[in-house]
């Protein structure tokens, strides 16, 4: 099987990379440069107001220091479940400003492929989308339709819905993880995981599905369920205020 990855800078692309590679060809690997971030920070602003926009900043800093907090914790998840963040290789990685640059269409044009992963991307738009002509899968670390964007299992546990705590595969679509289900798994939390642990558990799960997918495409067996229209919803990084009311309920 022959792969390429469109990528973003979070480790836990490097940890699917690092899981797929041991067992398939990575032909190519597209990482998306960093996010503009006062293009976030504006548009975010303009959708949930200055309250809330303020309040998920002072969350956002926060969840730094929790980041540093957790390290043990993560080093026992990326050592319980071999987890590796090595880097990629230079020879087959290629840097663009915007997964949506049209370099990203020639490069994959001219290449041999039997997959497209995704993770940790900026949403992939038409033009892109329609220059794929093999399967385009997205690893969201959520369990859509009803928690897409981000921090699904964060917000799963916010919403006392152990069942869908979890991680999906889905094909990619024009939508934010709107596309049709492959597989999802629920993960399991302990007393000592947080905020920034819950990920690293969800992408645990989530290479096991990918070598489902890999497999059912190598055996020309891969199929999907269309997810439920008009269900869930996308959400955001929560406020401070938001996260300390969930902590003095237990969710870390």
């Known amino acids: 099987m022959k792969i390429i990855m469109f990528v973003g800078r979070s480790e836990y692309s490097k940890i699917v990379y690092n899981h797929l590679k041991k067992k398939y060809i990575i032909s190519l690997v597209v990482q998306e440069a960093s996010k503009n971030t006062k293009k976030i920070l504006k548009f975010r602003l303009k959708k949930f107001g200055f309250r809330i926009w303020l309040g998920q900043i002072f969350f956002i800093v926060f969840s730094k220091i929790l980041s540093r907090v957790s390290k043990k914790r993560i080093r026992e998840i990326k050592n319980l479940y071999n987890l590796k963040t090595d880097p990629y290789e230079e020879g087959n990685l290629t840097i663009v400003d915007n997964i949506n640059n049209n370099l990203v ?67 990619v679509d024009k939508g934010v993880d709107t596309g049709r289900v492959i597989y999802q798994k629920k993960i399991e939390i302990t007393s000592m995981d947080n905020f920034c642990t819950y ?7 989530g290479v096991i599905l990918l070598d489902k997918v890999v497999s059912d ?19 955001f990084h929560p406020t401070i205020i938001e996260y300390i009311s969930g902590r003095i309920r237990g969710i870390k």
């Open 217 to 235: 495409i190598e055996s020309n067996n891969l199929t999907s369920y269309k997810v439920i229209a008009n269900q869930g919803k996308q959400w």
């Open 199 to 205: 990920p690293y558990l969800q992408f645990s799960e």
């Open 105 to 171: 269409k020639t490069l994959i044009s001219s290449m041999d492929y039997d997959l497209i992963v995704v993770t940790g991307t900026g949403i992939i738009k038409n033009n892109i989308l329609e220059s794929i002509k093999k399967p385009i899968i997205n690893l969201h670390a959520g369990i859509t339709p009803f928690y897409r964007g981000v921090h699904g299992a964060y917000w799963a546990l916010i919403s006392s819905d152990l069942e869908n705590c979890g991680v999906t595969v889905h094909f």
